[in-house]
């Protein structure tokens, strides 16, 4: 703590995730339900003692900082996509990363909690973090207090309508030839992503341009077409 009204926090552990750039990273948690992100506790909490107990709860909070977005200023107002970019609200009104204090509120469903080569781990289910995202806090979701019955939603009342997707020839050969090699299947995962349609609000009336959602480290390619958003190609990136 350094004053009255600034305080000094620590990193408790880091994401690592599919999620190696933000353009295509979903909403908000539990869009993606096939993304499974590993939360490695830093030093000097990689142990598996702080943990206790923790086994007992399907879901966690995590308290992160929106590290990606630090030389950016905040916004009084903000365009939320799910107003179509249009209209401005109060940035206390959002879940925009455009904040005073770039600090990010998700809620997982925890995985594995285990340790290997003497690191600590969670996996978890649907997160919505970019790789290297520094995590502040982890805290146990309580059912009977956090989910609050006949809670309103303001103008998100619910998740937003997800979009036909579509593969194309190429990029179902890819898919089958990504989980020959790697033992995994990921269309669904591709599927899941990009149903969310993750352009921008100004952009989503436009069809036939591609886009490229970064994977680890492949190139998912895309674009809309007028009824559906079809999965053009998958590309490895090194
Ligand atoms: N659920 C969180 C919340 O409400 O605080 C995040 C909501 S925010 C609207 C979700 C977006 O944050 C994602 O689509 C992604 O683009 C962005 N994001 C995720 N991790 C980030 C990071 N470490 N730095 C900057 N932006 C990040």
Same mark, same amino acid.
């Given at each position: ?5 600034? +305080? ?12 190696? @750039?933000? +353009? ?27 943990? &206790?107990?923790?086994?007992? +709860? ?9 590290? *990606? ?23 206390? *009104? ?20 285990? @340790?290997? &080569? ?8 649907? *997160? ?8 502040? &806090? ?17 103008? *998100? ?16 050969? /890819? ?9 995994? @299947? ?8 990009? @149903? ?24 998912? /390619? ?17």
């Amino acid at each position: 703590m350094s004053s009255d009204s600034t +305080f000094t926090l620590q990193t408790i552990g880091i994401i690592h995730s599919c999620y190696t @750039e933000k +353009f295509g990273i979903p909403r908000q948690p539990g869009l993606v339900t096939e993304a499974v992100a590993r939360l490695e506790l830093t030093s000097p909490y990689n142990r598996l003692d702080t943990l &206790d107990g923790l086994e007992g +709860f399907s879901h966690i909070w995590i308290q992160f900082i929106f590290h *990606a977005c630090l030389s950016e200023n905040w916004k009084a107002k903000v365009r939320p996509p799910r107003l179509g970019g249009k209209v401005k609200m109060g940035v206390f *009104a959002t879940r925009s990363t455009h904040r005073p204090n770039p600090i990010g509120l998700s809620v997982v469903k925890i995985g594995r909690i285990y @340790e290997e &080569d003497k690191k600590v781990f969670i996996d978890l289910h649907g *997160a919505d973090l970019l790789d290297g995202t520094p995590v502040l &806090d982890i805290k146990p979701y309580l059912p009977y207090s956090d989910c609050v019955e006949n809670a309103t939603g303001g103008f *998100a009342p619910e998740a937003a309508q997800t979009k036909q997707v579509h593969f194309s020839e190429l990029a179902l050969s /890819k898919c089958q030839h990504y989980e020959n090699l790697h033992n995994r @299947e990921i269309g669904t995962l591709i599927k899941q992503i990009v @149903e969310q349609d993750p352009r921008p609000s100004y952009l989503t009336h436009q069809t036939g341009k591609v886009h490229g959602i970064t994977l680890w480290n492949l190139n998912i /390619k895309w674009c809309a077409r007028i009824d559906h958003l079809e999965i053009l190609d998958i590309e490895s990136l090194r």
